[in-house]
């Protein structure tokens, strides 16, 4: 398995400011994914993060509100820009280890965004 | 398009049995993931199926058949803290991210 933290674990921000969440692994791993859970919902992938080249996003998903960076094999950040109420979730990242099979996807612990 | 459907919320006993279905139609299966997520917590893998039959670990089991696009959790001997949602995954191709289904809302009861 991987261990995976993020920062912060939950947080409290007013509408229009903007929350970077990073996301760290202990291990090198190709794609990182940003998952969106809002509330009694499951969830939702945002983008995927390949180390070196830009996140591809998921339809509904926008660069501009979620930019992502992915500098090395081992760490990611998730940015969510102008934050409106509808942004109030849990945001987690989740990375793939690959078993002798097929691959396992890890989650991080999430962090609580609530918006005001 | 992707589609996976399991049931919203089921209820069992301490100490019995529970079954959670699952089925799936996407564009391709490379496996099927069971996750547990407790209330505000991130999900923990359970269970990973690609070939039909049954896997058993502890009192967990998981079920699969491709052909039928089909899927279970078994659940033995209920115990409290088993009360969580339980999560359907697919694979779709190798190293790509799992398509979700929305989750069951198990509640184990006295």
């Known amino acids: 398995s991987a261990v995976i933290s993020q920062k912060p674990s939950r947080d409290i921000c007013q509408r229009g400011t903007s929350l970077t969440i990073q996301c760290q692994v202990d291990?090198?791993?190709?794609?990182m994914f940003w998952y969106r859970q809002q509330p009694g919902q499951s969830l939702t992938l945002i983008a995927t993060?390949?180390?070196?080249?830009?996140?591809?996003?998921e339809s509904g998903f926008v660069i501009d509100k979620f930019p992502i960076s992915r500098p090395n094999l081992t760490f990611s950040t998730l940015t969510v820009s102008n934050m409106s109420p509808e942004d109030s979730s849990i945001y987690l990242c989740?990375?793939?280890?690959?078993?002798?099979?097929?691959?396992?996807?890890?989650f991080g612990p999430g962090t609580r965004l609530t918006v005001t | 398009g992707q589609n996976i459907d399991q049931p919203t919320e089921m209820t069992a006993t301490e100490g019995a049995i529970v079954q959670i279905n699952c089925t799936y139609q996407?564009?391709?299966?490379?496996?099927l993931f069971w996750y547990q997520q407790h209330a505000g917590e991130a999900p923990t893998f359970l269970s990973y199926?690609?070939?039909?039959g049954l896997e058993e670990k502890g009192r967990f089991s998981s079920f699969l058949s491709r052909s039928k696009g089909y899927s279970y959790l078994l659940l033995k001997e209920l115990q409290m803290k088993d009360s969580a949602s339980y999560l359907c995954?697919?694979?779709?191709?190798?190293?790509?991210?799992?398509?979700f289904g929305k989750g069951t809302r198990l509640s184990v009861i006295a």
């Open positions: 993060a390949n180390q070196g080249s830009e996140a591809t996003y």
């Open positions: 996407t564009s391709g299966f490379n496996g």
């Open positions: 995954a697919v694979s779709t191709s190798g190293n790509t991210p799992l398509v």
């Open positions: 199926n690609v070939l039909d």
């Open positions: 291990s090198q791993v190709t794609m």
């Open positions: 989740s990375v793939d280890i690959a078993r002798a099979e097929a691959y396992e996807q890890y």
